[in-house]
């Protein structure tokens, strides 16, 4: 994932405008960056630096995550042609690029990235040199396999060329400019209003206004859209990592959401409860920490039997049969993650219905839904997702309980709040940690995909192995790993009989745990995590965060990056 940003203003503005703007997109890559302003190319390896000079009326620029070639500043974006009069900026995989380089190369290009991305500028040089840009837009659409969002200038133009084939794009209308990015986020401050690019389309962006075409460049009506309001800023203020300020954020995203399922969004929820009591199947689709949360769902639910599975997004057509009678329920936080989006075309093809619950309004995944809520966590910086796991985990449980879930959901912003409060005490457990090499995570049932997800967060942030898993499962073979130290945290619910005995056994086998529990008398030892709640639901995902705790404060006792990943190399600028 790549993120990327385009200005077009009707007055000069400093470049460091749009590395503002692109740092607001930095969850979508991190490892270089670089921009265009109609005259150079500036381009550096490492976090974005904010600081660009010299003025313009027209931009693009890119915050990468390497996937075609290593973190260099050779191929970090903006890649310009040949002779410089083309620039562009591409998130997206062009798979076919090897074969159209190979052409370009016998025309006399000269190459100078190991990137995808650097076909595309010569590929217009080449086609500008006999065509018009509408006639070479349809050819590189005709041409180019796989999925692209490019943004493309032309030298001393100020006006901004915007293509979109399965790679998000939107284009953002706010006072005197409009702004092209990889989603709303990069423009969410300034305005609500937005128009969507549909695949195979691209917009012509100028200081007067916006043009949308087909890929045979005739003009198509892509009306401004207003978007939910955006409530969290994506500036991290005095917080040290805004993985702090978003775990912090928890108990406000919850209360929002659960409030906006009662009135706002209620429609769209009754909707979907209907169809989760129609369909003969249900299928949750999703990555990583969604994946988790559905799978905390799925738990849920099956409690008050409403039969369903929930399948990584990545492996979703090699073990779901799906047909006209099945609901594919798709979480995502970004609303953009190619293994979901892949696993709803399959869904589609196979004529299954499709709903979804993003993060992210008008991403990919909303889109290509027949009915979408929203999230409104607000913009998660952090890529190591915390506050939208804790509200997708509420929406289950407020789900389930329309079946007939126990739970009480007015006060479970309040026991977040609680277990905020006493986060010093989680540090002092949770710090000496850092100096194992490995550790378990054990759970079951309701624990187990808590268990996973505190694992995932740990590996994510700490970089320390660590693996979550079914405590019955751990006899099995892996138990042969714990030694005398390995730390085991362990995730008990009440009194839940078999996981307190799998906890007796990697005790017995030298184990240091850490328990996280509601057990009245567990909750009175020292070095215990204590959640304070009796019901289920609730304890699964105050577990949760005290997971999300742990992680934090081991990775900030290793001095990890934590909102960034580790190898961030020394900032170079070349132009
Ligand atoms: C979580 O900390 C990760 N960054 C990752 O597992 C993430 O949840 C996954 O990639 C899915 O993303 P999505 O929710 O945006 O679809």
């Excluded at 019901?535 to 995902?541: A, Q, R, S, T």
Aim: glycine share 8%.
């Amino acid at each position: 994932m790549c993120g990327i940003v385009g200005i077009v203003s009707r007055r000069e503005f400093p470049a460091s405008l749009l590395l503002e703007r692109l740092k607001r997109l930095e969850y979508r890559g991190y490892d270089s960056y670089g921009y265009y302003d109609g005259r150079d190319v500036v381009k550096a390896v490492g976090p974005i630096q904010t600081d660009g000079r010299g003025l313009t009326r027209a931009g693009i620029s890119h915050t990468r995550w390497a996937t075609h070639g290593g973190v260099t500043v050779e191929n970090a974006h903006p890649h310009a042609s040949c002779d410089g009069s083309v620039t562009v900026v591409h998130n997206g995989i062009i798979e076919n690029f090897e074969d159209l380089k190979k052409g370009l190369v016998r025309r006399g290009h000269r190459f100078t990235s190991q990137t995808d991305s650097e076909v595309i500028s010569h590929f217009f040089e080449e086609g500008l040199r006999t065509k018009p840009m509408r006639a070479v837009v349809t050819d590189f659409m005709g041409a180019a396999e796989g999925t692209f969002a490019v943004l493309l200038m032309l030298r001393g133009s100020d006006q901004v060329y915007a293509l979109k084939r399965d790679s998000p794009l939107v284009l953002g209308v706010a006072p005197g400019m409009s702004i092209v990015a990889s989603d709303i986020y990069a423009f969410s401050d300034l305005t609500r209003r937005a128009a969507f690019f549909e695949n195979d389309e691209y917009a012509v962006v100028r200081a007067d206004g916006f043009r949308f075409f087909d890929r045979r460049g005739r003009p198509v009506r892509r009306p401004l859209r207003t978007f939910p309001a955006q409530q969290e800023s994506s500036v991290r203020g005095t917080f040290k990592h805004f993985m702090m300020k978003e775990i912090l954020e928890e108990p406000a995203a919850v209360d929002r959401l659960l409030f906006s399922l009662d009135h706002d969004q209620k429609p769209a929820f009754d909707r979907l409860v209907r169809l989760v009591r129609r369909s003969k199947k249900i299928i949750f689709a999703s990555c990583g920490t969604s994946y988790h949360a559905s799978l905390l769902g799925a738990y849920f639910l099956h409690q008050v039997g409403v039969e369903n599975q929930t399948l990584i997004a990545s492996e979703f057509r090699h073990f779901a049969k799906v047909d006209g009678d099945t609901l594919i329920v798709a979480l995502s936080q970004s609303g953009e993650t190619m293994d979901v989006i892949d696993a709803l075309k399959y869904a589609r093809e196979c004529g299954g219905r499709v709903a979804s619950l993003v993060n992210v309004p008008y991403s990919t995944i909303q889109r290509m839904s027949d009915l979408s809520l929203n999230l409104l966590a607000g913009p998660e910086v952090c890529v190591a997702s915390t506050k939208a796991f804790v509200s997708q985990s509420a929406f289950m449980l407020r789900l389930a309980r329309e079946f007939g879930f126990k739970v009480d959901l007015s006060n479970l912003s309040l026991r977040i709040r609680g277990l905020l409060r006493r986060r010093e005490d989680i540090r002092r457990i949770a710090e000496p940690v850092a100096a194992a090499p490995d550790l378990y995570v054990i759970g079951r049932g309701l624990t187990y995909p808590v268990a996973r997800e505190i694992a995932l967060k740990i590996k994510e942030i700490s970089y320390i192995h660590a693996e979550g898993m079914m405590g019955g499962e751990l006899k099995h073979g892996t138990i042969a790993l714990i030694e005398d130290g390995t730390p085991v945290i362990s995730i008990i619910n009440n009194s839940d009989a078999d996981i307190v005995s799998n906890t007796k056994e990697v005790e017995a086998r030298g184990a240091r745990i850490i328990p996280i529990t509601n057990n009245p008398v567990l909750c009175r030892r020292p070095g215990t995590i204590a959640v304070r709640t009796g019901n289920d639901g609730k304890f699964g995902i105050l577990a949760a965060v005290a997971g999300q705790l742990i992680a934090y404060y081991v990775a900030d006792k290793l001095g990890r990056p934590i909102d960034k990943p580790r190898n961030l190399a020394k900032s170079v600028t070349v132009k």
